[in-house]
């Protein structure tokens, strides 16, 4: 399993961004992966690394239809082989984090 971390920016259209990410975040809705979305980027579970590439493209492709003529692609991806991961298993192990 791959947890993967995605941020996709227009770095060209000022300070409000949310238009932009919403697109973004539309790619991973239609993509079929497990998906959680936080505050700064958007956490992607799948079985293979082609489908999260596949993703992050499909996000640049919607912030570029929306008009963005320079795009920042963060992606960020954990891969264990010597045991099955999700999102759940990697929170789990913290325990109870910290909220304030």
């Known amino acids: 399993m791959y947890i993967a971390f ?3 920016t227009p ?3 000022g300070p ?13 809705e239609d ?5 959680q979305v ?5 956490v992607i579970e799948s079985d ?12 640049v492709d919607e912030v570029r239809k929306e008009g ?10 954990d ?4 045991r099955n991961i999700t999102m759940e298993s990697k929170m789990k192990s913290l325990g109870e984090p910290n909220r304030s």
């Open 6 to 8: 995605l941020t996709v």
């Open 11 to 13: 770095v060209d259209k």
């Open 16 to 28: 409000s961004l949310s238009r932009y990410v919403k697109r973004a975040i539309k790619a991973v």
């Open 31 to 35: 993509s079929g992966l497990k998906y």
């Open 38 to 42: 936080t505050p700064m980027g958007t």
């Open 48 to 59: 293979n690394l082609t489908s999260i590439f596949r993703l992050a493209e499909c996000a």
């Open 68 to 77: 963005s003529e320079r795009i920042s692609l963060c992606l960020k991806v």
């Open 79 to 82: 891969i264990r082989y010597d």
